[in-house]
């Protein structure tokens, strides 16, 4: 039920003209977030929330009481359709920014970049503020880009202080400008990791592609680039033809942790140890499938087989395979039967008898 307001004819007038434009306004806050979404997800940039809202009846009538005179009609009220774009990183702000600026018509006499505020407590209202305009509506809105954190706190300071009616005593201010300089500091760290993390990638894929595997330390980036250069496919090939089978492709970033396992700490580590076991893993390979007339395989043989034939080479036996079977598919009573298995067969492989002699 809305408050009994005392207005003015002019004030009414402006309120009248809002219920009468109401479906305009919330058709609008939808038509608006969804292009920001689509802008969005073709750009690629993945934000934390994009939230619309139409200023309610009851929230007008209380700025048009207190404040009225002020407005000439209610297009001069920017934000009875406003939205707000939450973002993970301080740098995607800007980002959004700019495709704000190419979807609409921006008022920059009326637009605020809060951010430029340096006032110690002000970090939750670091907000970039837009009002924009569309040529098939003549009321502006408002668009809001702040990141989490950001927001995070422009709601917790709010919560603990903001339009109270109680004025706040000072250790607590202090403690809260504490608390908004630690977020701030936060903020900007997370920014700041992202892009170096950004360039170390950048940087991986550079020493991949130009062959300086020995300088490309063994972690899930330097793993997954040299994963496109398909270090397994030259063998994969290999064993498919034993039986000229298709080659069924599979993830094989569950590797990584054998390959460090085995103490490799470079992608030239596990390169060497491609090459030494390769051999061994086809000869593995010829024996299982050799007398079956399988047509698939998965790609995940080659890699597989290269680390039976390294667990076997270098005595890890039943327990190393076991390990084997236990990181790539869970720990389960098969895996040791299927241990016993390859120990058994081992004694028929070529470079056993080799390696034994």
Not at 36 to 56: H, N, P, Y
Not at 81 to 90: A, D, E, K, N, S
Not at 193 to 198: G, H, K, P, S
Request: aromatic share 10%; net charge negative; hydrophobic share 40%.
């Amino acid at each position: 039920m809305m408050k009994e307001r005392h207005m003015d004819a002019h004030s009414e007038a402006i309120l009248q003209e809002y219920r009468d434009n109401l479906p305009r306004f919330e058709e609008t806050a939808v038509r608006v977030r969804r292009t920001l979404e689509d802008t969005f997800k073709e750009a690629g940039l993945i934000v934390a929330a994009i939230e619309s809202r139409v200023k309610s009846e009851d929230s007008l009538a209380g700025k048009l009481e207190l404040k009225g005179g002020k407005y000439g009609s209610l297009r001069d009220i920017t934000d009875i359709v406003g939205l707000r774009v939450i973002t993970f990183y301080i740098d995607d702000v800007d980002k959004v920014a700019s495709a704000v600026e190419r979807l609409f018509e921006v008022d920059w006499e009326n637009s605020v970049d809060k951010r430029k505020i340096h006032e110690i407590d002000s970090f939750g209202y670091l907000s970039l503020h837009y009002i924009c305009s569309v040529k098939d509506f003549e009321y502006r809105f408002e668009i809001q880009m702040r990141t989490v954190l950001q927001h995070a706190w422009a709601n917790m300071n709010h919560d603990t202080g903001y339009k109270s009616g109680v004025e706040i005593p000072f250790r607590y201010k202090r403690s809260m400008s504490r608390m908004a300089g630690m977020l701030e500091l936060i903020d900007e760290e997370f920014s700041r990791i992202r892009t170096e993390l950004t360039d170390y990638r950048r940087k991986v894929k550079a020493l991949v592609a130009s062959g300086n595997l020995d300088e490309a330390p063994l972690d899930g980036d330097t793993f997954r680039s040299y994963l496109d250069l398909k270090p397994f496919g030259q063998l994969n090939k290999l064993i498919a033809s034993i039986n000229q089978a298709e080659i069924h492709e599979v993830p094989l970033m569950p590797y990584l942790p054998l390959f460090k396992g085995f103490g490799c700490k470079t992608l030239g580590d596990v390169s060497r140890l491609i090459n030494d076991n390769s051999e061994a893993a086809y000869q593995i390979a010829a024996y299982q499938i050799g007398l079956t007339d399988l047509d698939i395989i998965s790609s995940s043989i080659g890699p597989q087989d290269i680390c039976i034939a390294f667990i076997l080479k270098s005595g890890g036996g039943k327990a190393g395979i076991k390990y084997m079977f236990d990181e790539l598919n869970g720990p389960s009573s098969g895996n040791e039967m299927m241990a016993e298995i390859l120990v058994e067969q081992s004694k028929d492989f070529p470079f056993m008898n080799q390696h034994n002699g």
